[in-house]
């Protein structure tokens, strides 16, 4: 800050000792070190004072960062459980078996060729043993439980 040096210092203490006189010097210096102390103290005090509030408003910026990106999340996450709660609501109703009619099939819809049923809409059945229960000339070739195939009959 200044740039004194040690010929300029000297030459401020022979000036003090000749202004000031033997007797007064060392009270003068004393109260210039008291002062030079206090300012220094004062000094070092607003410095702290500025570095905490520099450091508290850092943290309360982290703090807003943090807060808006623990929302953010949380959106996502609300989001993202929805979503998996309709897939599973979804999931739900599919894996859920559709009851099974037991009303044998209409005449009309059992002597309609298969082209006339899927021109009107419903879907031919793929199954053989669908097939076989609307039309019973058709044959089954599906395997019963004991990996047999199943043949009609011949007691004969």
Known sequence: ???FGFGELLLLAVIALVVLGPE????A???LGRWIRAARSQWNTVKAELENEIADEELRRNL???SASMRQSAQQLRGLHEDVAGAAA???RLATPAPASIEPPSPASASAPPDAS???GEAAPQDPAQLSLLDPGVQSSTRTMNGTADRPRSDG
């Open 64 to 66: 807003r960062e943090t």
């Open 24 to 27: 007064r010097l060392p009270v």
């Open 118 to 120: 899927t021109a009107a």
């Open 1 to 3: 800050m200044f740039d």
């Open 29 to 31: 210096a004393r109260l």
């Open 90 to 92: 979804q999931m739900t």
